[in-house]
């Protein structure tokens, strides 16, 4: 038996490979939408993907299921609430994936969303109890999976969902189960998720807050205690991964464009994202772009600014770079990426092109500034947050 994890820098995602050695069959729970490292993982070992398992209906990224199933003829399974739009088998409580001689058994455990569900690793070799679980985005270390994503109107059937599933559906589940949760520490999925790649149920209930709650009423209340508001594009990606995404194949090739096109562009309502260090872009940077320093963050920053319905032109430093903002931003959708500023700001320079130049300030002399009369500082200037940067 095989067990590996895909990890998803910036998106703080996990996909987990199971694998049947014997058998040579392998099934993949949670796929992001580039699939080739999945691919490659199963030539190495031999193997051939039967299942493809998807834990809900995703808002932090575009899912893979789809395309794997294109690439492979895997069959996706997915929970029957999710009303998943393109071709797959539903599932319900119970219902269970042969993968080889191993057992995938889906356990509703809804709260996240009402469709969500976990997967119970069972190796009949071993026993009849489940030796691992795939929690995706309802349990992670530390946290519980939060339930607003859905809006106001949801919310509230969401906690109490949130609370019968810790309280009983995981009630049996025995201590020692591994659990293999869908994201680690900085995702925006829970409000603190810890940073561990797996974790275990008696850990959980000694140490997670979920798991602690003197009532139903504190559990109600502590869930949605400090929650941070949810990243602007979560709706966005849900609708796409309900319908299912186009094939990363079958986008429109972004393209190298001179100073002159990108002007062009940009006066026909292109988003210039500038993904150059900040430094970079306040020594100078073209007039309108928005800078979203290409980093851990990248994917995240970028769906919060980033309105679908327009076209996207990148300004980077090194091919490299090129490469990684546009698989970051396909990740979460933005498919129209028009090109990208050949030559880099040194052409744009060297066309006689104006530039624009922002100044840096600390938090500290902002708030100082801020509470100064007689200042007349723009909340334009460019903050810089050294203690965040650490």
Known sequence: MIIDRVYTPGLAQVAYLIGDEQ???????DPRRDIATYLDWAAEKGLTFVAICETHVHADFV?????MADETGATVYAGRIGATEFPHTP???GDEIRVGSLILRALWTPGHTPEHIAYLLIDPAKGTLPIAMFSGDVLFSEEIGRPDLLGAEAQQALIEQLYDTV???FS?????LVVYPGHTAGSPCGKKIGNAPQTTMRQERNSNYAFNQPSREAFLRTV????PKPPAYYPFMKRINKIGPADMDTLTQASPMSPEAVVARHDAGALLIDARPGSAFRAGHIPGAVSVEHGASFAIWAGWLTPYDREVVLIVDTADQLADAITDLRRIGVDKITGWLDGGMAAWTAAGRAVATLTSMSVHDLFAHRNDPTSNVSLGLWVSLPEMQQ
């Open 91 to 93: 599932l319900d409580d």
């Open 224 to 227: 949605m205690d400090s929650m």
């Open 63 to 67: 899912s893979g299921a789809k395309e």
């Open 167 to 169: 309280t009983t559906r």
């Open 23 to 29: 058998s040579g069959e392998a099934a993949i729970i």
């Open 172 to 176: 049996w589940l025995p201590d020692d």
